[in-house]
């Protein structure tokens, strides 16, 4: 088991998972831009389909309709990730 699968207890997270929760749990909120793109810091970083996956494990919460937030859950995983600009065209 990882430090990161540990630490998120046991959920293993895939690499756009890991991509968004690098953000998140450093403080960064996640807002759906038009579709299905979800947006940090201006750039795609995955679709709905993540953030969905993230919430269902604990880890984010809609802040609203359009936006979402770590939880503690998610907050806690922070020194699991070191932040990188999200990537072009994901």
Sequence with gaps: MSAT??????HKM??????VM?????GWSARQAHGCAVHING???CNIDT????ERAGYVER????SWVA???GRALADSFS???PRQGV
């Design 5 to 10: 699968q540990a630490r998120s207890g046991g």
């Design 14 to 19: 895939s690499d756009a998972q890991k991509r």
């Design 22 to 26: 690098a953000w998140m749990s450093k």
């Design 43 to 45: 750039q795609r970083v």
């Design 51 to 54: 953030m969905t996956a993230l």
């Design 63 to 66: 802040d609203s309709r359009w």
């Design 71 to 73: 939880t503690d859950a």
């Design 83 to 85: 932040v990188a600009q």
